[in-house]
């Protein structure tokens, strides 16, 4: 007879990082004021994601108009919208595969322009 195996809430190392790796991370998303009566007139979301692209899979599903105005109809980010992560922005990182750690701030910002 199999005895049944006891969990001690302990994993290997490499268990432990291949968990820790997949494991979505919470950040916050800070929302400008033109883009708030999207998303009920939020100034900061809170998401779960690993990538700026989980962030934008986030606000897809759950803040549709909101992600409407900040991707085009192929989900390009529209070439009037700037994503930052903390004070970096993307295109000076990963791109839209630009990892995400605990507590990052990912800013949406829209350009200005006139004269």
């Known amino acids: 007879m199999h005895s049944p195996s006891i969990s001690t ?19 916050t998303v800070h929302i400008p004021a033109p883009l708030r009566n999207y998303c009920a007139g939020a100034s900061e979301l809170t998401l779960s994601a690993k990538s700026l692209r989980g962030v934008l899979e986030r606000l897809e599903r759950h803040h549709p108009a909101l992600h409407r105005n ?6 390009t980010v529209r070439r009037h919208i700037n ?33």
């Open 9 to 27: 809430g302990f994993m290997t190392p490499q268990l432990a990082s291949a968990q820790t790796a997949t494991r979505a991370t919470t950040i």
């Open 70 to 75: 900040v991707c085009d109809e192929s989900g």
């Open 83 to 115: 994503l930052f992560v903390n004070s970096n922005h993307m295109r000076d990182c990963n791109g839209l595969d630009t990892p995400l750690a605990p507590g990052d701030m990912v800013t949406i910002m829209t350009a200005v322009s006139g004269g």
